[in-house]
């Protein structure tokens, strides 16, 4: 049975169900508040560099193999670093929200 009502803390802020829901299947990119603005998203990366770095690298490791780096596989069709840092933030709650979804048993991810 999903618990629908419980609410996930990912970088800082908590989500629910539903709005989790909406950043797994429209991505970070669509709004999600706080998590909009190239400044945002860079104090957000450097306030959690070495969680969201070590879970990414597992991710890639994990679902691309071994011959690339998370920052390599993240980094195509990025100028800079703040925008890099942007990226892999959106990356990482993305990949949170879906993995909060399937721990919840919710009915469109379990």
């Known amino acids: 049975m999903p618990v629908l009502d419980r609410t996930y803390d990912i970088l800082g802020r908590e989500f629910d169900l539903d709005e989790l829901k909406d950043v ?39 679902n691309i193999g071994d011959g690339e780096s998370s920052f390599s596989y993240f980094a195509k069709d990025v100028e800079d670093i703040t925008q890099l840092k942007g990226k892999l933030v959106w990356a990482y709650l993305e990949l949170k929200a879906y993995e909060c979804l399937v721990d919840a048993k919710h009915p469109d991810f379990y």
């Open 24 to 62: 797994a299947t429209y991505g970070a990119n669509q709004g999600v508040p706080g998590f909009i603005y190239y400044s945002e998203l860079r104090d957000i990366f450097d306030a959690n560099d070495d969680e969201i770095q070590d879970y990414l690298s597992d991710w890639v490791h994990d």
